[in-house]
């Protein structure tokens, strides 16, 4: 069964940092590529970044760009965001999402982690 | 304002025919498969549809669809479980990012 789930949530005042993580179990983590969705209070789904299976190319929303960092580590099955000069717009539930092969659909999503950004 | 345009909200009885539409452009809808996401109460998102594609475990009461640059998901014989918040979403080649649309909230009556 696939499961990913996040952790790393938390309070953080304006200006802050904090990492956000994704295990996955399940299936061949390194064979997928991986991304971050995120769901601001009473707000709809945004999307904020994605990595390709070996982590040799990532992408992001035009948001976070320069603030925000994805990486994996595909020996330990884990994803992380970086998440840099933290806003309040950037209090979200922030999502981990697996993607359907070569299609940009995603098929799997963990449960979230929320981030609090605020003084 | 959403790259992708979703209707705000849309109901049915239960038992219904409801579809529900995702517009986009030739740089998205027009290139990629769309995939559907069902968020009930804000709990975490569930795959609903990939393409025309259903995931494991969705009743075949859910299809999808695709003509130009507008996609579209129907549920025959509505019921009461499937009232929940939809988002269309796909990628758009030009910006290099994925898009989802604002999201259309099913209410079933």
């Known amino acids: 069964e696939v499961q990913l789930v996040e952790s790393g949530g938390g309070l953080v005042k304006p200006g802050g940092s904090l990492r956000l993580s994704c295990v996955a179990s399940?299936?061949?983590?390194?064979?997928?590529?991986m991304n971050w969705v995120r769901q601001a209070p009473g707000k709809g789904l945004e999307w904020v970044s994605s990595?390709?299976?070996?982590?040799?190319?990532?992408y992001y929303a035009d948001a976070v760009k320069g603030r925000f960092t994805m990486s994996r580590d595909n020996a330990r099955n884990v994803m992380y965001l970086e998440m840099n000069s933290l806003r309040a717009e950037d209090t979200a539930m922030y999502y981990c999402?697996?993607?359907?092969?070569?299609?940009?659909?995603?098929?799997?999503w963990g449960q979230g982690t929320l981030v609090t950004v605020s003084s | 304002q959403s790259a992708l345009t979703q209707e705000a909200s849309v109901s049915g009885t239960v038992g219904q025919k409801v579809t529900l539409s995702c517009i986009g452009n030739s740089n998205n809808i027009g290139y990629y498969a769309v995939g559907w996401y069902q968020q009930i109460s804000h709990g975490a998102p569930k795959t609903v549809m990939f393409g025309n594609s259903l995931p494991s475990g969705i009743p075949d009461r859910f299809s999808g669809s695709k003509s130009g640059t507008t996609a579209s998901l129907t549920i025959w014989g509505l019921q009461p479980e499937d009232e929940a918040d939809y988002y269309c979403?796909?990628?758009?080649?030009?910006?290099?990012?994925?898009?989802f649309g604002g999201g259309t909230k099913l209410t079933v009556l």
């Open positions: 999402a697996r993607e359907l092969l070569g299609a940009s659909l995603f098929d799997s």
């Open positions: 979403s796909t990628w758009d080649y030009s910006l290099s990012v994925q898009v």
């Open positions: 399940g299936f061949t983590f390194s064979s997928y590529s």
């Open positions: 990595i390709t299976s070996s982590g040799s190319v990532t």
